[in-house]
């Protein structure tokens, strides 16, 4: 069973920054989705066990940075320029392998228990 424990949610203003952290048990292929109030979850970004292959929402492209540290397990979400639209409930999930379909919320066996992100305008 991985564990996954998010942090670094919070409030800030439109334009400011955060950076989520999800620290794993385990190395594995890793995912942030959010949740909005009375939205369906969506992708935000996803990355490979080695790092080398980060994959990107449309609508956080250029704003959002998903890295990670392999010495700790523990994958990074460096957002920038947050609007209110960014506001949501932040996930990070997570299985062995990457998967092809990496934007699918199903194709992850295991998910953290949410950090919420609100941006204030």
């Known amino acids: 069973q991985v564990q996954l424990v998010e942090s670094g949610g919070g409030l800030v203003q439109a334009g400011g920054s955060l950076r989520l952290s999800c620290a794993a048990s385990e190395k594995y292929g890793m995912a942030w989705f959010r949740q909005a109030p009375g939205k369906e979850r969506e992708f935000v970004a996803s990355?490979?066990?080695?790092?080398?292959?980060?994959y990107y929402a449309d609508s956080v492209k250029g704003r959002f940075t998903i890295s990670r540290d392999n010495t700790k397990n523990t994958v990074y979400l460096q957002m920038t320029s947050l609007k209110p639209g960014d506001t949501a409930v932040y996930y990070c999930?997570?299985?062995?392998?990457?998967?092809?379909?990496?934007?699918?919320?199903?194709?992850?066996?295991?998910w953290g228990q949410g950090t919420q992100v609100t941006v204030s305008s």
């Open positions: 999930a997570a299985r062995f392998i990457l998967p092809t379909n990496w934007a699918y919320g199903p194709s992850y066996d295991y």
């Open positions: 990355i490979n066990r080695s790092g080398s292959t980060p």
